[in-house]
């Protein structure tokens, strides 16, 4: 092994370096992924690894592009318009879109080729989606930043109707429609929760339609997002679409301690994870 004195390098240029070649990398491994799909009459194959591309054999061709929206939960496929054809699109950039229940404002996590594969991964192909607006300007921004200024407010005035009306329920996330036609509150409660006082001060207070959405307890963990035991962001906030069935019997086929406390998450159900050995 070599020794390779490296002590004139500064630790934030160590730093960097890592965090740049992770980036270099991810693209690297993803780029490969997309160079071994080929096209043969009209039809997608894959000669490589790691993903499965048998779900479906049909080519969805519109211009798909993945979101996360704080007003839904998890992450979604938006379709661009050609009437956008000549804009650049951008990871991290915000984008405005149409949903059924009005306008949003979502960030945008990834587009071209690797939608098309993960979207073929899944068997999707010609379903209805949500429809790109345009990309969000600064007059959009600010009013997102005054959304979420709103919010605070909200959340305030809930905490103190639950405490008055005596309600068992714990609230989560409050999210103000981008259009401002919908205001939701995300909550978690043991069980159904009589809440019919509840919207009508909300109601009175925010004068708009008013959207109580009782959520699991992955889901929030999913919602505020964090750290795991692992030191690792948790997978239902970074990547986990679908909550699988977590059960005993998959730690102890793994051979895993029987308390099961050091297993659960900060949810309280049993880690995700535990499923990832399972095959």
């Not at 890592?18 to 009209?42: A, R, S």
């Not at 979604?76 to 956008?84: A, F, G, I």
């Not at 605070?152 to 109707?161: M, P, Q, R, T, V």
């Not at 730690?251 to 994870?273: I, M």
């Amino acid at each position: 092994m070599l020794n390779i004195d490296i002590s004139f390098l500064k630790s934030s240029e160590l730093d960097s370096a890592v965090e740049d070649i992770t980036v270099k990398y991810n693209e690297l491994y993803k780029n490969k992924i997309i160079h071994n799909i080929k096209e043969i009459d009209g039809h997608i194959t894959y000669d490589g690894p790691d993903l499965d591309l048998s779900a479906t054999t049909e080519i969805d061709l519109r211009n798909i592009i993945e979101v996360t929206c704080k007003g839904t939960i998890g992450r979604h496929y938006c379709q661009v318009p050609d009437s956008m054809n000549g804009v650049q699109l951008v990871k991290n950039k915000l984008v405005l879109i149409k949903l059924q229940e009005g306008t949003e404002i979502a960030t945008i996590l990834e587009f071209g080729e690797i939608v098309t594969l993960k979207r073929r991964s899944l068997g999707l192909c010609s379903e209805e989606i949500p429809v790109v607006i345009r990309m969000a300007d600064d007059s959009d921004i600010e009013q997102y930043q005054m959304n979420v200024e709103k919010e605070i407010d909200a959340k305030i005035f809930f905490l103190e109707c639950i405490e008055e009306h005596n309600l068992e329920m714990k609230l989560v996330d409050v999210h103000y429609q981008f259009d401002k036609e919908k205001l939701y509150f995300y909550f978690t409660a043991d069980g159904r929760v009589d809440f019919r006082e509840l919207v009508k001060d909300l109601a009175s207070k925010f004068k708009t339609r008013i959207e109580l959405r009782q959520i699991g307890v992955r889901d929030e963990a999913k919602r505020i997002g964090g750290l795991g035991s692992c030191g690792r962001e948790f997978c239902c906030s970074s990547f986990i679409t679908n909550f699988k069935k977590i059960t005993t019997q998959i730690a102890s086929e793994q051979n895993l301690s029987t308390y099961l406390v050091k297993h659960s998450g900060p949810c309280g159900k049993l880690k995700c994870c535990l499923s990832f050995e399972v095959d």
